[in-house]
């Protein structure tokens, strides 16, 4: 391979931000996008950007053999049965996360992408973010000893429309799953239980869903380590990310990126800018590096950053803590597939 | 009452720094001190300061008509009795954190303290640190909002001596007790459930007499905010105390203090040096201002800043996150008294 | 105009990324790339981003007709005839700093950029960086009130090689007269008198050339504010690059930015990577802004942000504290050409 | 000597914060104090701190054989008879700074007490301030290196009184004397040149008595290293007190100390609390410990931590900045004799 072309499935804001990521790449095509409201616009946005092919329906890209890899960023009910479409067609996939919300269907789209021999990265973007990968990296290199305790804190500046939160899966599987992949990413060690707490605090319409907006779950994690995190939908002084790592010999941990340095000393009090907005400033590079690994990997045989079963094993986590949420208890990991069955015959 | 006359029972470390304190006030008079091992050596210390009796019998203290005031700074096991008895003798009290391990005999000595109507100050020194107090005030300021997260880090630099760890009560009773006072302090409501989860990374001696060297423990607070403390009994870079409250309107936070602002920046790296060590450097002052507002509500009729109450709540958690250590579950504070029966009667 | 097309003359480091820069926007197309030592890896690099001309003589980027705009990135001594000549041919000119080291010179290049009636951006690419736009758009707001004190810290990692040294101008001219412009872009006032004081503290070689590689200037303004600017050729911990400016309702100050924000807490201290290491790390996103701003002002007819007068009063602050150096004592700006003059009779 | 005893003379704010910090030390007395303007006030304090003796005549103080040492805290036109005094009598002598504003008083002084072989420590307490004291003590080490470029940053909160003003000796000899003491204590070296910009920007008293109140001076050092203090009247938002050393391994900086570590962030930014006010909240431990060491020489025969020769030094510098600010140029330590005589022949 010396040119890859990519096809992009759903055109929203993250299929848009991949596009011009892999427009800026060497080596790569942008040849078609499809998207259900497919219309003028998106045919001007991929005009001026010189992508050829704008369809409403994803069969076409599919179908066309000339396209190795796609990108599946379109809603998460479609997510499987692409999956299982693009590894048929023999291509290479990045799916937007999570996989699905439900375990089982999940398994089976691995099982696709491993019967057909296809690579498939899972878009778990704030792995490539500058701050976690320094974590990571001194974790790795022993810096701070053994692991004891992981602390994640994860808020947004505003919750998200009503209409997203009735189909996001709830907080677990919207939201924290990015911060489920961040403590297996950091701690080097799978989860083996986890504990849920939540409430309803910032407005009632995560209750008409049976959503939480608020939430603090507990890890315990293979290696013997402890993990909390905690997610808010709404931290009004802006994105609120953060990952801090305990060990034996100390402890890495990072804090916000901000945009600019200043200091503000005056009568009043010492001031300084809040945060950087929300994901879309926070994670710019990010989305950039793991584009542009995954396309390293199609081109050059390195291994995929984030694989499938990194997908698997956070969407694993998710469903154990809605049902600790549920339940009011801590819940195994290798407990799930039980108690979901004892539920869904029970309602 | 124009001067107060101390009694000081128990001469080891804590008492000490209690008796210095106290001996820089002015309308003090610290006229007798009381310790089992009570020698030369500490005849020596108290002729240093003018401290005119030393004996080994606190009776002889309780005994004192003179004596207006007790401070109780012997071991845990001798604080109800002592309550008791200086309550009955009419004496207020300044008692050392927990007032007991067992909630009923708790209940006991502060129904004694109110029968007499003598005043009873728990020694729960970080609520007069001045980061937390900052944090406090902003709470109560409205500054935040409806507190929705509160976040608790307290690590010690090193692990206590194995002879203490056995008869320490377990972490939860001996060193979180203080972070139990501090969620309850900062957040301004109870708290109505627990959840914890320990374990012994650091040395297998906690596992012997049946305690846990890290834990973190999730709280459910009445006003509906949700908490997380969490505790090692080494970080080897020093005495780690942090809180954090969010809540709708923002989140106040603050970090350790250190023995200097000093950056070096070097080829290496930029380091600054570590907090200050242990409680003795980072609650200098609190000691000081703790014992300060017990005189003061003596002698001006104010309101203490820690009551038996506040003592009685913070080993009502402790008493329920040791229980759900156990039981492997989230036990609600309502709850403490069954289970313990419960428990009791099944070893 | 809907597209400006451009030529880059000098095609050493700072003349590729301006080039790079270019490619990525619309509206622009870079058509030819000048350069003495233009080979086949010139080429190469041209081909691979579709330039299509590259040539040894700049002569034929003025002759073409096509060309809008040229990018002046060759050395110095060439900048001054260029702007003559791009001027002449009635094309808009981007030209790194300094214009000259020639007071005079740099007038009449400024004369004929007047007379032609063509735009000249100097390339003072910090006033772009996010931190010191935070601090400009402060004091001009108002937020810290009259400016009192002007504060620059600027050094580099690594000091030239030897030969760039003999050619550069000397630290005033060369490395200092970005904070010149720093100096008169945050304190929004002219600059009437300097004292420098210098010495060679890192190499001999330095001395050889009869520059310093330590320098220390402070600045009177016209609106009163007193100013002090410190280089070094070299902080071993990296680029250093800070600015504050106090005034009579406070201040505000920016330090470095670093790859990431992490602190590692070991029993050894508190460390954290060292800043950005030099201008291509730190000012990447500065060098995209200003290019962009010289585009959208040849399109849109929007003011420059940077204009040939500010080349030239940084130039004349250079002088000044050339001559001041030389003659140990402070000196005007409104004395540099009689005190050249001077000079001159007498060497 | 067992036991120290001391007169107090002068007891205005600095003269009482010694006094009591002198009371807390075993092995000291505290048995007279003087002051002009003695009366009932200052009668109660010394009675309530069982000082027994309470005069207006400092004579009775050298007259009183017990007493061994003396701090002089009276106004400045006092310091050089009391110190002759004071040596006459055999009397160790702390005294406050500047000893004078005559550089031959303070020269006779210092010969007054080398001839009585009496002990003079200088009041400049910055040395004991945690901060600063770290950056010496970084500096002396060589972890950075050779030192290159020193900055001293130092403004007060607000401007004195005009009747202070008026004889406060202007802003070189009262108050930037702190900073060249602290120039010549953090780079280890003579300072040989100094050059001083001021000007009037906060209150137009200010120039009223020939002063200004906002000043930068810039340092040539011995070593071959530059400096630079900057220093301003008023700084709405508190005390500002930083100090960087600069060099060939790396650079060591401090900041100011805040009365806590709180953050608050909120939809308008990230706030924290303003510098610990002045110069009696910073420099209060420091304070104790100047007075420590003073009684520990007298007690132990340790060195003095600062000497008479220090505020000598000082001094010079201080008057070589007034005179630089006078003539508008550089002036050498070594010529402000010569020079001093020249300005007072013509005026």
Known sequence: MNTIKIGIIGAGRIGKIHADNLLRMKQVEVVAVSDLFAGPELEAWAAERGIEQVVKDSNVIMANPDIDAVFICSSTDTHVPLIKQAAQAGKHIFCEKPVSMDIKQTEEALEAVRVAGVKLQIGFNRRFDHNFKRVREHVQAGTIGQPHIVKITSRDPNPPHPDYIKVSGGIFMDMMIH????????????????????????????????????????????????????????????????????????????????????????????????????????????????????????????????????????ERMALAAKLSSRLGRPVKISEIHELEETLQCQS
């Open 179 to 314: 911060d489920f992949d961040m403590a297996r990413y950091v701690c080097g060690s799978e989860v083996e239980e986890v504990y849920a707490q939540g409430n309803v605090l910032i407005n009632p319409v995560f209750a008409e869903y049976g959503d939480v907006d608020t939430a603090i779950v507990t890890l315990k994690f293979s290696n013997g380590a402890l993990g909390v995190i905690d997610n808010s939908r709404q931290a009004v002084y802006g994105y609120d990310q953060r990952v801090e790592v305990f060990g034996s010999k100390g402890s890495v941990a990072v804090t916000n990126d901000h945009p600019n340095t200043a200091e503000i000393s005056t009568a009043e009090g010492i001031v300084r800018d809040k945060p950087l907005h929300f994901f879309l400033e926070r994670y710019q590079a990010a989305y950039v590096e793991e584009t542009q690994m995954f396309i390293d990997s199609l081109l050059h045989g390195k291994p995929l950053p984030v694989e499938g079963n990194d997908g698997l094993q956070a």
